[in-house]
Structure formats: C-alpha cells, structure tokens
C-alpha cells in the first residue's frame, strides 16, 4: 500500500473517526465531500430488501448530483423500517448543516448489523470532529473505516488525460463481511475530477460495474446494502471528451473497479486462496456467466479449492446442473494450466498430479471451455473455509 | 432401527456383500431381486452431467418392468465416458444372466468418486456371491451397502390395504455424501407388492418425490448419479384399484418417502440441525418454493443455524434476494413457533432471547409469512458446520 498522501483528488476532501459504533476504538465513521458540485452515478443492491441508507440515497442520486457522503460500519441500519430511514435522513441532515450544502445532496451508506437502530447521538456528536478534519489526504482512512471483518483497507487509484488535462480517480471499497458477522455488503465510492456530464458516465459506470463489482462471488449472497457510487467534480477542466478520451476513462473505471474487485474476492471471508473461474466457448452470453457463477458459487468446488484437490469431477458436475447448453464429451477443463480434462474425461494422472501442485498457489485459475460457441466470462471467488463457518457462526452479540 | 426380519416385501429378495469397491469391508455392492417381472418407474437426476447407471437405467426403465437392481458404492461411474457406459452394461449383465433374465430387466445404480473406473472385476468375483445370498431379509444390509459419508442405513415401511388386500411398502436410500466425498448423491429405492398398472403408478410416485425427495437439501449440489426407482410386482394380489386404494397408497408413498428424505437431511454431511423452512402466504407456487429453497440453500442462514443465534436478518436478506413478489414490512418470522418478525421489524428483545433457546434444538421449525397470497411449501435443510468443510475438503486418494 502506498503512503496515504498518494491518493489524492483535486476537490475532493475525506475523513474518518472512531464515533464508537464499532466495539473496538477502530475507525468507523467517514465523510467524503466534494468541494464542487459533482455529477453523480450510483449502482445499488438488487436485494428486494433494501436498508434505510439505500433506499434514501437511491432518491437523492436520481438529481444526478451530489456533494457528500457520509458511511458508517458496524450498523447496517437495515430491517429497520420507517425509524431506520428517518435516521438515514437526520444523520445526512447532520452533515449538510455542517456543510452548508443542500440536503438533496449528501447520501449515506452503512454497513453492520441487520435489525439494530442507528446509534444517531454517536453520529451527531461526531459528525463536527469529521467536518473539522476533512482533508485532501485521507482517504486511507475511509478505507479502514468502512472495513468490518476485511483484513486490509481497499484503495485503487488511476491517473490519466482527457482532452489534454491530466486527470484522477480514486476508488475506495469494503468487501466480503461484517465485524458481528451479517452479510458481505460491499461499499464503493468512486472520485474523480474528470468532466463529465451524467449521460456519458452513466453507461460507462455502469458497464464497469457489471464486469468488475458484478463478476466476484465470495457466498453467492446479495446483501441488503450493497452500493457504488461514482462523483466526477470536473475540476480537471477538460472540454467534452473524446472517444480516445472516453476510452481512457473507461480503462481507469475498469482498472480501478477491477483491482477493487479482486481486494474483495482475496478478502473473502475465510478465504485462503483467489480463484478465476473462466468460462469460454458457451453458446451465449448467458450461459457463459451462469456457468461461470454456479461453479464459483458451488460449495463443493469451493471446498475442493480448500483442500487443494483437483476434483474436476465437481466442476463437471456443477456445469451439468447450472442448466447451460452442454455436452458432456466436449468439456475441456484446465487448473492453472495444466489441462485435466479433454471430451469430458481426465486426460491423465499425471495432469492430475501436476494440476495438485498448481492447487497450492494462493492464485488460481481454472478454465473451462464448453465448445459449443463463442461466448465468454469470468468470475472471481474464493475458497470455503473453516474460517468461513467460524466468522458466519459467531454470535452476533 | 427395528429388526431387519421386519422389513420384507413378498416377493423381493435382497443381499450385499463387500466386493472391495471401498477402502473398508464394509458392504459396499448389493442386489435387489423381484421374483415376478414388476411394474417400475425412476426419476433421474436433472444435471446434464449423467453418470453411465443413469444413461442406462434412464434407457431401460422406459419399457416399464424390471426384475433387478445392482447397486455400488465407492465409485459413482460418472465422467467415464463410452468405457463407463460399457462398464454400466456389463455389470448389469452379469447379474441378469447369474438370474436367468433379459438384459434389459436388469438396472444399475452407482454412488462415489466422480471420474474413476468402475473395478468391473471386482464386481464379477461377488456378483455369484450375491445372487447366492438372495433373502427376503436382507433390505438393512441393502441400505448399508448403499453408505458412503451416510452415518446410518436409511430405511422406511408402510403396510396398507387395497380392494381388501394387505400391502406392503419398502423404501431403502443414501443421501448427503461420499466416503471419499464428492457428491451429495441421493439414492433410493421402493418395493412394493401391491397390483398397480404404469399409468396409475407414474403420476402419484412422481408427485410424491416431487413433495419429499425434492423438497431437501443439504448443499443445493444435483449429483450426477440421483436416482430413485419404484418396483411393483403386483404379488398382493388386488383387483383394479378404487380411489380410496390409490389415496391409500399414495399416503404410503408419502410416508415412507417423506421419512427417508427427512433422514438424508438429517444425515447432511456434517450437520448438526434438521430444519424445516415454511413458506406461506406467497404470491404463487413458484414464489413459496423459491423462497424456501433460497433460504433453506443460504450459506449464512445455514451458519447462523449452526451458531444458534437467531440471527433474523439473515432469513430477510435472503427472502430479499430470492427475487419472490414481497415487501419488507410484510413479513413475519417465526422461529420454532416464537414470532421474531412482525411487520419486517424484530418483534421484542424478549422474543429474541426465546428464540436463541429455541435455536438449541436439533430439529428447528422456520416459519414465514410473506402476506402476498395464498401459496405455500417447505423444504426441509440442515446447518452448515466445520464437519462440512472437513468431510469436502479431504483430499480423495
């Protein structure tokens, strides 16, 4: 990790502090605030149940633009019906004032516990130290205060040009987990100083988003409170962008998301090992990312990885009943390389052998090549551990 | 368990021997043989990656009789390709001519490592031995031959009346696992001698699996070997069946069925808990089905179970993302009868702690109420344990 004062975006100022919502003295209250008005996008969980902070913060970001967010961890102020969204709306309320900003344009996110009201005196007594603090050199610390039982902070960083001016992104998320274990909510704020106006970044935030953030599985469980959101400020100053330009920022979104992406499939719960699993050769699109998913979702390919058994047998298995186009006798699977299976059978014990030894590594891929036509996908899991039913099986309280 | 004297069907003989196929001496092949040709009907595991006793039975069932069922455990003889298909054929064989019956009387099932070849010699040496054995009292040692991961023999009898006839109903099966662990693969097998035609029998043994074998889980995995297989050899002797004979047999179907799934989910590799997940008041069937099956499936309701923490969130977020018509403040949550939910807010504190008692229970009752419609339905699961991850992740060699 680079020193925090890497990580930088021309107008945009962060900072977090302990308000005690966690039960340690950790960091678990930030605030990002735009100096500028920013053009904003968001992406928000497609859980039919949906907490307080995504709910307000999915109307206010309908305007397209924003100035502030303020996230905490430890409460997810989900499950808490018209109580929980008053108290997403009076925190953000606490912020704007301090601000001086229009209401319309803080959003919050929150991470935690389902069904516990929001501690809102906590947050209000210290949203003022989080005002007083605000930097252009903290978003380290965002990073750490929005982690639950993440291991490590999750920031990516891009610099690029459009339109001649250099410009920045930043991305900052939390993956795969809470402190009293709940759900692998996952939180993602994006900053960047391109110019860029809502019509434009919409698709490309979006498109980025659906082949990073949309392509990990770390339980195949959608969390309640799963947001991300992207603010450009335009202080880079470029005029409209360019289809170069265009392209480059792209590559940044992709590249920024995609890092994230990855944090958060390593930083699975439990997790010993990162694992890509890569479909080629499905008869659609569809079926490319469902086979691609059911396999990195299958327990037992999951255990499999665990126990660093080439057990290509489940993979066969959890493509037969993901319900894509297939034949059997035309599978071809490889671990890491080494090509295990061909027409559906082992090729041999020595490719067995050798696929063993590739299990060890902490990064694996395995692909999967169905051969009945041109599509393809990829997903990133992680391995299902003891880890995993000793952090998920912990009492809450 | 009762005595295995008690478990005969007139007209069917049993018998198991240990060939070798696992690493014990334990019974690892067995024979099921019906001394008149009998009615038969199979249901077949629904993933497209279908074991070579699958291809084959699936083939041979389609006449509608059968006279004998071989069975194995230790290898599943899946991903064997043209070799297992003629492996499947030839063991089959063996048995049909040491019984003097046509080939294509004669059926195969097979539970174990994925990939391997079957030891067709091994099966050869003990076919004799077998046919030797054959006893009208030898059904315990059929179940027992059928374990891999299973912890007990999996057995159940109903004897009813029909047109003023006694009849008698087996049912044998394997579930939730494999000595050398790969697939949950689920066995079983019916034997009746009630006087039944194929057209009677089809759509109520199909219904029946439909409400029981289909409504468990351990791991939300399809084997490639799932088979279950009816016998009915017509000995009881009754004339056409009225209504009230079929309701009769139906309700023995339902029984024996309904017990044996209950026992495979039971036996979940690695569980502590059975627990039934109700669905009720849901928009349409598909809705109450999904939403059981979502929730019953969830990696973190299923450690929650095991944490025995009554851990509500979790059931909502998991409803949430089944993709059922529901609104959040709907929903009621009860957990072995203590009302947890109300309105998609925790009822008391009180209620919580009640719960947390309740949860210490080896068989747990999960109650939901989605308030949407008239639809309902279970499915019966387990907790996901340390055990799991130990039995599926050992290496398999």
Request: hydrophobic share 40%; net charge positive.
């Amino acid at each position: 990790m680079k020193k925090d004062s890497n990580y930088s975006v021309p107008g945009f100022l962060a900072s977090a502090v302990s308000a005690g919502l966690k039960k340690t003295s950790d960091l678990d209250l930030s605030l990002i605030f735009s100096q500028k008005k920013a053009v904003a996008a968001g992406v928000f969980t497609a859980n039919k149940v949906k907490a307080a902070p995504i709910l307000l913060s999915q109307e206010r970001i309908q305007k397209g633009f924003l100035r502030a967010i303020l996230a905490n961890a430890g409460y997810a102020n989900a499950c808490t019906g018209d109580k929980g969204y008053k108290d997403a709306i009076q925190t953000a309320d606490m912020v704007s004032k301090g601000l001086n900003i229009p209401p319309e344009e803080t959003v919050v996110a929150s991470t935690g516990v389902i069904g516990a009201y929001l501690p809102c005196n906590l947050i209000k007594k210290a949203v003022p130290s989080l005002i007083d603090k605000l930097s252009p050199h903290n978003f380290e610390s965002v990073a750490k205060a929005l982690m639950t039982t993440d291991s490590f902070p999750k920031i990516s960083f891009f610099k690029g040009h459009a339109d001649g001016c250099p410009f920045h992104l930043l991305g900052i998320a939390k993956g795969a987990g809470m402190i009293m274990p709940n759900m692998a909510t996952m939180l993602s704020f994006l900053l960047t100083d391109i110019n860029i106006d809502s019509q434009t970044l919409w698709p490309l935030f979006r498109s980025a988003v659906e082949c990073t953030f949309n392509r990990i599985t770390v339980d195949g469980e959608t969390s309640t409170n799963d947001m991300v959101l992207i603010m450009a400020n335009g202080i880079a100053g470029n005029g409209t962008l360019t289809k170069k330009d265009v392209k480059e920022f792209e590559k940044g979104l992709t590249d920024v998301m995609g890092t994230l992406a990855y944090m958060i499939a390593q930083d699975g719960e439990g997790a010993t090992k990162t694992v890509i699993i890569e479909v080629h050769g499905a008869a659609s699109k569809d079926d490319a990312h469902t086979a691609a998913r059911v396999v990195g979702n299958s327990n037992l390919v999951k255990t499999t990885l665990f126990g660093q058994d080439p057990n290509w047998g489940r993979i066969m298995a959890a493509i037969g009943r993901s319900g894509v186009t297939m034949e059997e006798n035309k599978v071809q699977i490889w671990i890491q390389g080494v090509k295990i299976v061909e027409g559906g059978l082992m090729t041999t014990e020595d490719a067995e052998k050798k696929a063993a030894e590739k299990m060890k590594r902490k990064q694996i891929t395995i692909t999967i090549h169905l051969n009945q036509g041109e599509w393809k996908d990829r997903i990133t899991t992680c391995d299902l551990t003891y880890d995993y039913i000793r952090i998920n099986a912990g009492y809450r309280t």
